[in-house]
């Protein structure tokens, strides 16, 4: 099996996770053994989410997925932003703020659940009234954690351990954009967005009854 951070691996660590007789839950209770805490910073796409919540539901697991309210790559307010909450919501899955520290605004868009985006280590642990922070106890446990930040496994690809049942519980981290896009580094990734955003800002322009004659 290659580890390449594709949709086609994707689903196969999904798969492996119910192999291992792992159960996909939110966040809210104490973790528990065989609890699989699938979670997705959107920094970038929403359209990469969307994507990835589709193979998602195609594969019986549900994410939690945090969303931006101050990011400069997608607008919440917008109606794309509008539906992609929607289609989250109506494909079972929970909807969290990723959030720029120290601003915690939770509308009803949203459960009450915060990552930080780009978090310092002297905040990073920090408790949050009434919500649940994702890197703070009982969440965050350094053993029982994998992330896929700037396309790197920082300790290798989880997908052989979540098939053989060995991790107690795991939270793992996945942006989606890493995923969709196609690209054998983040750079070569990243421009692979890049390119199909103009494809999609060009749509939205003609929408708008611009004309790029």
């Not at 798969?15 to 839950?25: C, D, L, S, V």
């Not at 949203?110 to 949050?128: G, L, Q």
């Amino acid at each position: 099996m290659s580890c390449s951070f594709d949709l086609r691996h994707y689903a196969e660590i999904l798969e492996a996770a119910k192999t291992g007789g792992y159960r996909f839950t939110t966040f809210g209770e104490t973790p528990e053994r065989g609890d699989l805490f699938l979670r997705h910073d959107v920094d970038l796409s929403l359209d990469a989410a969307l994507q990835m919540a589709e193979l998602e539901t195609q594969h019986g697991a549900v994410a939690t997925y945090l969303l931006m309210t101050e990011s400069v790559f997608y607008n919440l307010a917008s109606s794309e932003g509008v539906a992609a909450i929607a289609r989250l919501r109506e494909l079972g899955h929970a909807v969290g703020l990723h959030a720029v520290y120290p601003n915690v605004q939770l509308d009803d868009r949203f459960d009450r659940v915060v990552s930080w985006h780009n978090p310092a280590s002297e905040y990073r642990s920090e408790r949050i009234s009434d919500a649940v922070n994702v890197y703070a106890e009982p969440y965050f446990d350094p053993p029982m954690y994998r992330s896929d930040s700037n396309q790197h496994w920082r300790s290798g690809c989880p997908h052989e351990e979540l098939r053989g049942g060995g991790f107690p519980w795991l939270q793992i981290l996945v942006h989606p954009e890493i995923w969709v896009y196609e690209g054998a580094t983040m750079g070569q990734t990243m421009r692979t967005m890049l390119n199909a955003e103009k494809e999609r800002r060009l749509a939205q322009l003609l929408a708008d009854d611009i004309d790029l004659a």
